[in-house]
T-cell receptor, first 107, second 117 residues
Framework: GIQVEQSPPDLILQEGANSTLRCNFSDSVNNLQWFHQNPWGQLINLFY???GTKQNGRLSATTVATERYSLLYISSSQTTDSGVYFCAVKEGNDMRFGAGTRLTVKP | DTGVSQDPRHKITKRGQNVTFRCDPISEHNRLYWYRQTLGQGPEFLTY????????KSRLLSDRFSAERPKGSFSTLEIQRTEQGDSAMYLCASSLGGSGGHYNEQFFGPGTRLTVL
């Protein structure tokens, strides 16, 4: 099956800093999503981005499907951005998740 | 659009007991998915329904796990003879279904956290 690797596994930032999270996948995909899992476990949809670039406020994402990676950019980070960020790709009927990047934003 | 809901949010049970979890998808979504998430890992796919048909169940973890979606609306996930290793977060997701585009975007519920003592 498709392998999904996320980096870095852990990231600690000072409030206001920018960051880039990476997701590599081992085969071509036609469905890729980024999620933020809050401290209560809720997975919040950030982007549905099988290809191209999207922006939503301080967050943006780029997927280069031909090179099998996606990037999530967080600008001017806030403490509420803390949590785990997951990349997931669709393979057949299921979504394959990476192990996540745990982001901690310190005030 | 009230989002995906799950019940209960937390369940504590003793080893050997049966448990059942419920998921209510977004109302117009015809696809429903169950996942399990253990500590420090990403969610792991278990099974998938399109309307009332269970189209993928080979990833259910053992024959103690079963799922139903009898009328194509809500779904239940049952674990029989629970074991301590079943302790995890059980997540439900739904999507519109159809070919391509945002029809495949999955939206997740808040999860049911199971603790087996």
């Amino acid at each position: 099956g498709i392998q999904v690797e996320q980096s870095p596994p852990d990231l600690i930032l000072q409030e206001g800093a920018n960051s880039t999270l990476r997701c590599n996948f081992s085969d071509s995909v036609n469905n890729l999503q980024w999620f933020h899992q809050n401290p209560w476990g809720q997975l919040i949809n950030l982007f549905y981005i099988p290809s191209g670039t999207k922006q939503n406020g301080r967050l943006s994402a780029t997927t280069v499907a031909t090179e099998r990676y996606s990037l999530l950019y967080i600008s001017s980070s806030q403490t509420t951005d803390s949590g785990v960020y997951f990349c997931a790709v669709k393979e057949g009927n299921d979504m394959r998740f990476g192990a996540g990047t745990r982001l901690t934003v310190k005030p | 659009d009230t989002g995906v809901s799950q019940d209960p949010r937390h369940k504590i049970t003793k080893r050997g007991q049966n448990v059942t979890f419920r998921c209510d998808p977004i109302s117009e979504h015809n696809r429903l998915y169950w996942y399990r998430q253990t500590l420090g890992q990403g969610p792991e796919f278990l099974t998938y329904f399109q309307n009332e048909a269970q189209l993928e169940k080979s990833r259910l973890l053992s024959d103690r796990f079963s799922a139903e979606r009898p009328k194509g609306s809500f779904s239940t996930l049952e674990i029989q003879r629970t074991e301590q290793g079943d302790s995890a977060m059980y997540l439900c997701a739904s999507s519109l279904g159809g070919s391509g585009g945002h029809y495949n975007e999955q939206f997740f519920g808040p999860g049911t956290r199971l603790t087996v003592l």
